[in-house]
């Protein structure tokens, strides 16, 4: 059964960095891209960005370039998303997710990680 | 990036009652179009898939049509555990979108 586990929330503080992981289990972790998704409070969906673990290729929402860092050590099987400085506006539950079929066509998201929800304060 | 415009933004229905939702890209996405419900504190789960194919397990009082720009998902007989937010995804772009979501209320 597939499986994405990711880690607990974060309460942390403006201009702080943070670091959220997502382990995969019950399939090659190396063969399947990895997706993330925001949801800011009472809000909708928004498609961040992808990664493969295979070889660390990325493809980031224009919305998000350069805001986030997409990360993945194959060795635990894990993703990670990376700010290195929080702003108000991160506070969100971010979720990963992993799509039906490998390639980087494959876009379809029938995965989803339990969510992680990041607060940020002043 | 695509746009993708969910119709309404919420509703109220009753048990049994049928639902549609409508969802517009602002491009053409051939088929390309998903359906998620999502309830509170859990995450999107995957309802249907390339327009009308519904996902195993998914009960098949969920239907969805359309193609090109124009979705709906249709509830023939809403039952209480439908009561939830649904959102519809287009991944015909190298950037998927979502709609900004309906949420089904009693």
């Known amino acids: 059964e597939v499986q994405l586990v990711q880690s607990g929330a974060e309460v942390k503080k403006l201009g702080e960095s943070l670091r959220i992981s997502c382990q995969g289990s019950?399939?090659?972790?190396?063969?399947?891209?990895i997706t993330w998704v925001r949801q800011m409070p009472g809000k909708g969906l928004e498609w961040m960005g992808k990664?493969?673990?295979?070889?660390?290729?990325?493809n980031y929402s224009p919305s998000f370039q350069g805001q986030v860092t997409f990360s993945t050590d194959k060795s635990t099987a894990t993703a990670y998303l990376h700010w290195s400085s929080l702003k108000a506006s991160d506070t969100a539950i971010y979720y990963c997710?992993?799509?039906?079929?490998?390639?980087?066509?494959?876009?379809?998201?029938?995965?989803w990680g339990q969510g992680t929800l990041v607060t940020v304060s002043s | 990036d695509i746009q993708m415009t969910q119709s309404p933004s919420a509703l109220s229905a009753s048990v049994g009652d049928r639902v549609t939702i409508t969802c517009r890209a602002s491009q053409g996405i051939s088929h390309w179009l998903a359906w998620f419900q999502q309830k509170p504190g859990k995450a999107p789960k995957l309802l249907i898939q390339q327009a009308s194919i519904l996902e195993s397990g998914v009960p098949s009082r969920f239907s969805g049509s359309g193609s090109g720009a124009e979705f709906s998902l249709i509830i023939s007989s809403l039952q209480p555990d439908d009561f939830a937010t649904y959102y519809c995804?287009?991944?015909?772009?190298?950037?998927?979108?979502f709609g900004g979501g309906t949420k089904v209320e009693i």
């Open positions: 995804q287009q991944y015909f772009d190298n950037f998927p979108t």
């Open positions: 997710a992993r799509p039906d079929c490998s390639g980087d066509g494959c876009k379809l998201l029938p995965h």
């Open positions: 019950g399939y090659s972790f190396t063969s399947y891209w």
């Open positions: 990664i493969d673990p295979s070889d660390s290729s990325t």
